[in-house]
């Protein structure tokens, strides 16, 4: 993800992201980033079905659903919680490996607003 004119692109139309915990700013939590501002996501489990993601913010999962605090648990997070990209695994040493940015085909934004 970066910045450009106040935006927010998607590189690679996914990758993991290092965020504070909107329920504890103490604790980094590590996602992946499924939609950006004004893409519509069907959630799982979320209070509402749909949501559009509002300006200045994005929708974020984990990998294991129904077992994950993210977006579905706490809703968009705000850009202002981002903290840096995850691109590796280092521990334990035998998960050492590169980090690969995908997106689950069934979790692609319904709706992505044009640029």
């Known amino acids: 993800i970066f910045r450009?004119?106040?935006?927010?692109?998607?590189c690679f139309l996914i990758l993991l992201c290092n965020i504070r915990s909107p329920r504890n700013p103490e604790q980094k939590i590590i996602k992946r980033v499924i939609a950006l501002e004004g893409d519509i996501i069907k959630t799982i489990g979320y209070k509402k079905k749909y949501v559009k993601v509002p300006h200045g913010h994005?929708?974020?999962e984990g990998d294991h659903h129904g077992h994950s605090f993210d977006s579905n648990a706490f809703g968009p997070v705000s850009l202002g919680l981002l903290h840096a990209r995850a691109t590796?695994?280092?521990?334990?040493?035998?998960?050492?490996?590169?980090?690969q940015p995908m997106l689950p085909p069934?979790?692609?934004?319904?709706?992505?607003?044009?640029?």
């Open 58 to 60: 994005i929708w974020v």
């Open 88 to 99: 590796h695994i280092l521990w334990p040493p035998q998960r050492w490996q590169k980090l």
């Open 4 to 10: 450009l004119d106040m935006q927010v692109h998607l």
């Open 106 to 115: 069934e979790r692609k934004p319904l709706h992505r607003e044009q640029e």
